[in-house]
């Protein structure tokens, strides 16, 4: 049997101003756009996660609740996982981890470097540095989502939204 995880990096924030924090920073027009093609290009594969965990830091969550819209996932029930948001590859590892087992597909989305790390981590493959509002595909075979762990998985697709043409998002 096999469980399907989905890692995205969220999509293009505005930059950073002098009196505000990281944490705050939230999506760029073309961010948002950039999240929806995705979205609607990972719904025109049929991907369909039971569940999505993202970091609350507001350009995670705006990434999140676009791709969900474009998915047709109910965007209450992403949940936010406080962790993700400067917590390492430590952190994504355990939330993984804690996907229920009833579970057959999961996607997170999170912050460069750390979905960067994990996906090359899990997979044992070179993927170079996800670029903003990317998403990367990794299977798992035999293994639970609490098993998962370094070099347990394989890459089955990595996809910017710069690849993206409009044909591919119809």
Do not use: C
């Amino acid at each position: 049997m096999s469980i399907t995880l989905y890692i995205v990096r969220h999509a293009k924030a505005e930059d950073r101003a002098i009196f505000m924090a990281d944490f705050d920073r939230k999506l760029t027009s073309e961010g948002v756009m950039a999240a929806a093609r995705i979205g609607r290009y990972l719904h025109g594969k049929a991907i369909q996660p039971d569940i999505i965990v993202s970091s609350p830091a507001p350009r995670a969550k705006e990434t999140a609740n676009v791709v969900a819209e474009q998915l047709g996932y109910e965007v209450a029930q992403i949940q936010f996982d406080e962790k993700l948001f400067e917590g390492g590859p430590k952190a994504y590892l355990a939330a993984i981890n804690a996907v229920p087992s009833a579970s057959q597909t999961a996607m997170i989305v999170g912050h460069n470097p750390d979905v960067t790390y994990l996906a090359e981590f899990l997979t044992h493959q070179r993927i170079n540095s996800m670029s903003k509002g990317a998403v990367v595909g990794i299977t798992f075979e035999d293994v639970t989502w609490a098993e998962i762990s370094g070099r347990t998985g394989s890459i089955t697709f990595q996809i910017a939204p710069k690849q993206l043409s409009i044909n591919d998002e119809l």
